[in-house]
């Protein structure tokens, strides 16, 4: 009765006591990592008694996972240090391309005509174009150098050196990518040309396949026309 008065006079709620059941065993839908994969294939290439087939295609896996595991590697570094450095460079890139356009102004006026001083003005804006491409093409996987307060311009100039190979490099590779792909639209090319010919035998073909009708110059094909509901035309052709 006391029990019933504190609770409002409804009864206490049944606890459900029933285990809950567990799954047995591991996940089997579980995507398991590059890392645990090259544990499980250098475990298996420690057994002595491994055909040497199955060996083989175990270091070819290996081999492929560990450069897979490296690239991933490599991006990681690379989103690291974009997101941490972003707004460093973006500060500096425009306070270069401010500067630019204020020497680009100087230049393009009538009203400097001293000839040392435009030649000054000359190579300042020919620094601080190679400055915005220090930035634009500064390696994604490096802790950023400032081109603009930092005080050693050594290692400024030995970045500036890694980065113009890199370009050259990238400029190469785009240039050997571009001949190739117009080889092998050169080759599709023929290639539709000889079947859009036909081939040798093509004349042949189309004089021995029939007309549409069916009938040559003295065999109507198909139904006749009725010339009474044709119309002509001034010049003789008809009109349907």
Same mark, same amino acid.
């Given at each position: 009765k006391e029990a019933k008065d504190k609770g409002g006079g409804?009864?206490?709620?049944?606890?459900?006591?029933?285990?809950?059941?567990?799954? #047995? %065993?591991?996940?089997?839908s579980k995507v398991r990592s590059i890392k645990d994969r090259i544990r499980g294939i250098e475990r298996l290439l420690q057994k002595d008694d491994l055909a040497p087939e199955g060996r083989e295609k175990a270091m070819r896996?290996?081999?492929?996972?560990?450069?897979?595991?490296? /690239?991933?590697?490599?991006?990681?570094?690379?989103? #690291?240090?974009?997101?941490?450095?972003?707004?460093? #460079?973006?500060?500096?890139r425009q306070k270069l391309e401010r500067k630019l356009s204020t020497v680009e102004k100087w230049l393009a006026s009538d009203k400097n005509d001293d000839a040392g001083e435009r030649d000054k003005m000359v190579q300042q804006r020919e620094r601080i174009v190679a400055d915005i491409e220090y930035i634009k093409n500064f390696p994604r996987d490096? #802790?950023?150098?400032?081109?603009?307060?930092?005080?050693?311009?050594?290692?400024?100039e030995a970045i500036r050196r890694d980065i113009q190979k890199s370009v050259e490099k990238k400029a190469l590779e785009k240039a050997r990518r571009s001949s190739d792909d117009e080889a092998d %639209?050169?080759?599709d090319e023929d290639e539709d040309d000889f079947f859009a010919d036909g081939g040798e035998d093509s004349d042949?073909?189309?004089?021995? +396949?029939?007309? +549409?009708?069916?009938?040559? /110059?003295? /065999?109507? %094909? %198909? /139904?006749e026309v009725d010339t009474s509901e044709v119309g002509g035309g001034d010049d003789g052709t008809l009109v349907l």
């Open positions: 409804r009864p206490a709620p049944k606890q459900n006591n029933v285990p809950v059941s567990k799954p #047995k %065993g591991k996940n089997k896996s290996l081999e492929e996972l560990k450069s897979r595991q490296q /690239d991933n590697v490599q991006k990681e570094k690379e989103i #690291k240090f974009s997101k941490k450095y972003h707004m460093v #460079k973006f500060i500096e490096r #802790k950023y150098v400032s081109v603009i307060k930092t005080q050693d311009r050594a290692a400024v %639209g050169r080759d042949a073909r189309q004089e021995a +396949r029939p007309s +549409r009708g069916g009938g040559g /110059d003295d /065999d109507v %094909g %198909g /139904d």
